[in-house]
């Protein structure tokens, strides 16, 4: 078997950097939430910073507990609770959630066709409820915040994480990174650099939709996110974010003039966004050098694991190795198990690691319906985003290509960061949908 270091863990921060900053972020986060004055915007706000926090604290917080459960597992499963006692239960009903009501009963039938209850299947749906709760908690918050107050309230959940990336840089805490033993990624003392650079992409998503702040604080904001996602490392996060940036820009650019000049404004960042990105294929070209490779076309990936050089195993961090894997495993199933998988969180009982790609996971998981449930859950949520008519509906848009362009080569869906990430996105989209509703309503 072809070795990889995706599952590499980073080294935690001490103790007498990690703790200080954890208190003093309790004292703030306390008052903003006091402050937000609606108990669904507070638990988001609180659950998110808890989250952060608990995953800074990844040598204590990832440790078995009881049932075989993390403390992370059961702080999660307990904020659903906490979350359905602050959120309007006749929400629960909306036909938008439909499609994630879908995908947990897919979990249920799957992991019922193989064997019966599991920890995997209370895992996942603990997951997934998480998801749907701070939907409409964010749904709710911003239903009732006034100018916008929420997103930017949302923003101070993050300070710790940032002031930890700070310290880890300052004092050298660093992790090398997947592929390259000269590049280092500064993730503030995280077990792995996909969970923190999907917390920054949180933070960089809640600035573009933030109303109620300071357009020049917002970009500052802005921009400290894109820094802090670049000495991350992750490449997976870097290429995520580009259509919620492009479209930010273009939309926070084109709405200054008038509709005569759009044209020629809009012509103007086509070619400044080219030039960009080809100074930044010159600085980063050694980071992605191995995307140029796979992406050549003198490497066929199309082919089982076992067939794999030790070479092709290695490229784009082992990622089409670890795919063929899952899909091969796959194949070799039963009739059964190509349509509805093997079960929820059954990898962990034949792979080393988590399948880096949410579609192929769902495949070897749920089968051909898992994969089919998946894309509608996608598909329908960015089609609800294209329903809006709003000066934010452009970057709405970029905020859902940008998850799903995440979901192909991570997994956001499997972690908490991730869905604390989707929810806000689609609370944001159904908080604009019942907007638009309203005033045609009026109208």
Not at 263 to 282: D, E, K, M, Q, W
Not at 359 to 373: A, P, Q, S, T
């Amino acid at each position: 078997m072809i070795s990889n270091e995706l599952g590499s863990a980073s080294p935690a921060l001490p103790p007498y950097l990690l703790y200080p900053v954890a208190l003093l972020s309790l004292l703030i986060i306390l008052f903003v939430m006091a402050r937000t004055r609606d108990r669904a915007g507070a638990f988001v706000i609180g659950a998110s910073w808890l989250r952060y926090v608990m995953s800074a604290f990844h040598t204590i917080t990832y440790r078995p507990l009881a049932a075989g459960m993390s403390a992370n597992a059961l702080a999660s499963m307990g904020l659903v609770v906490v979350g359905l006692m602050n959120i309007n239960l006749r929400h629960l009903q909306l036909r938008f959630l439909l499609p994630f009501y879908v995908l947990m009963a897919l979990a249920v039938v799957s992991a019922f066709a193989n064997g019966g209850f599991s920890s995997g299947l209370i895992t996942v749906l603990s997951k997934h409820a998480y998801l749907v709760v701070i939907i409409l908690a964010v749904y709710g918050a911003m239903t009732r915040a006034r100018g916008g107050d929420f997103m930017a309230s949302m923003l101070w959940s993050f300070l710790p994480v940032f002031v930890w990336q700070l310290m880890s840089i300052v004092f050298g805490y660093g992790k090398l990174t997947e592929t390259d033993v000269n590049a280092m990624s500064y993730i503030g003392g995280y077990n792995h650099e996909a969970a923190f650079s999907v917390t920054l992409a949180t933070c960089l998503t809640a600035a573009c939709f933030a109303t109620g702040i300071n357009k020049q604080l917002k970009f500052a904001v802005i921009v400290v996110c894109v820094v802090g996602i670049v000495l991350a490392n992750y490449r997976t996060t870097l290429v995520a974010i580009a259509p919620l940036l492009l479209t930010y820009l273009a939309a926070s650019s084109l709405g200054r003039f008038p509709l005569r000049d759009r044209p020629f404004v809009a012509s103007f960042l086509i070619v400044a966004g080219a030039i960009t990105l080809g100074v930044l294929s010159l600085v980063l070209a050694e980071r992605f050098s191995d995307v140029t490779v796979a992406g050549s076309g003198d490497v066929n990936f199309f082919k089982p694991p076992s067939e794999y050089t030790v070479d092709e195993g290695r490229l784009l961090s082992g990622r089409p190795y670890i795919w063929s894997s899952y899909i091969y495993a796959w194949l070799r199933g039963d009739l059964t198990e190509y349509v509805i998988g093997f079960g929820p969180e059954s990898w962990n009982d034949t792979f080393p690691l988590y399948a880096h790609n949410t579609l192929v996971n769902y495949l070897y998981e749920y089968g051909v319906i898992g994969v089919f449930v998946i894309l509608w859950v996608w598909m329908s949520m960015l089609v609800s985003a294209l329903r809006v008519r709003h000066p934010q509906g452009g970057v709405l848009v970029g905020a859902h290509l940008s998850y799903i362009v995440l979901n192909m080569a991570t997994m956001p869906m499997w972690m908490v960061e991730g869905n604390i990430l989707y929810g806000l996105i689609c609370g944001y989209t159904l908080y604009l949908l019942s907007l638009q509703r309203k005033q045609k309503q009026t109208a």
